[in-house]
């Protein structure tokens, strides 16, 4: 990716992360992701979880399992090297059967999140991924708790973590593919040096989440 393309997703997002920091980030997450050398079981891969099955929603074909495996790779990576981080989890967003849509869970690392969400009108108020899917904007929750008093969020679920970041997927021209949705254990664990590594993470799954749910370079330059 560009150093272009970065600094104007840092600018469009409002963001005042040093952008050489998100560009190695983001370098290595494209590192790991494209050596691609280990093995992953496929029930890993294609989750199955108390009946809810990925299958169900993301076919089995046209390679769609490689792109899968180097979400999953640079996933396991960031998670890796971040510290305090409660679950992290990747999203797509896909159309669901009453004409709107829904964010899938492609893969998730730590402790479980939700496998799917439905983006109608009050989920917003409770999930900071479908608001992130909804409207393009990054989130960054750093005190949880405060969030709650004002009424900025709601729901029980958010009582179980400090802070929480959600961040678009997009395609060159903006339009949103998914979200990397991360929560942690301590507020300041969401600090600026974890948000450059989400953020880059966020910019590497452009390609594969493309592919994933079979949009063309041609669509993906498209204003969508």
Known sequence: MP?????????????K??????????LTVK?????????????????????????????????????????????????????????????????????TFRLVCLSQQGEGLENIWELDQNVADVS???????????????????????????????RHSE???SIPVCTESGGVLGVVHVEFEKAGCADEAAQAEWVALALALSEPLKHLLGITAAEGAENV
Request: aromatic fraction near 8%; glycine fraction near 8%.
């Open 31 to 99: 590192t790991v992701m494209d050596m691609g050398m280990a093995s992953i079981d496929r029930s890993v891969l294609w989750r199955n979880h108390e009946g809810w099955k990925l299958a169900d929603y993301l076919p089995c074909a046209d390679g769609r399992e490689d792109s899968l495996k180097r979400l999953f790779m640079a996933l396991d990576s960031v998670f890796s090297r971040c510290e305090g981080v409660r679950a992290a989890a990747v999203y797509a967003l896909m159309p669901s059967e009453n004409a």
């Open 128 to 158: 900071l991924a479908c608001r992130c899917a909804q409207s393009g904007w990054m989130n960054i929750a750093s005190d949880v708790g405060r969030w709650l008093a004002l009424g900025e969020l709601s729901g029980g679920r958010n």
């Open 3 to 15: 150093a272009a393309l970065i600094k104007d997703f840092l600018l469009t997002q409002g963001l």
């Open 17 to 26: 992360l040093p952008p050489d920091e998100v560009r190695t980030a983001y």
């Open 163 to 165: 802070a929480q970041l």
